[in-house]
């Protein structure tokens, strides 16, 4: 299992949103990257259980819930293996930036913490899911 993230303008976005149905290739044209979601749900259950009391770890850090797909909008037609695409606009995305700083996850995912830093610094939004 593997969670893909990539970033994409406002304006393909709202593209894909708009899109009567989906356009072949687009997200697949995207270059994603790609994080061992085995691991992320691991290590995040685990702490949470050490520092939360609770093995529910998308209650006890939103935020890395957030950036891993769970309570986000989803964009119908655009499937990966385990669900349809998942969005954040640029705004959801500077949150999502600096609610992954405020919960401790800078360093702990490869470059998650840095991927979304950077998503917000240049206004873009996210796309992924979980293959």
Known sequence: MRLKLARIGPALLEAMREAVRPTPGLVGDLSFHGYDYRVLDAVAEGRAEAEEGTADWRTAYPWLARATGHGCATVEGYEFGYGPAFVLTPDE???????????????????????????????????????
């Open 93 to 131: 995305v500077r949150q999502v930036a600096d609610g992954l700083r405020a919960e401790g996850w800078a360093g702990a995912f490869e470059d998650l913490d840095p991927f979304f830093a950077a998503a917000a610094a240049e206004g873009e939004a996210v796309i992924g899911g979980v293959d």
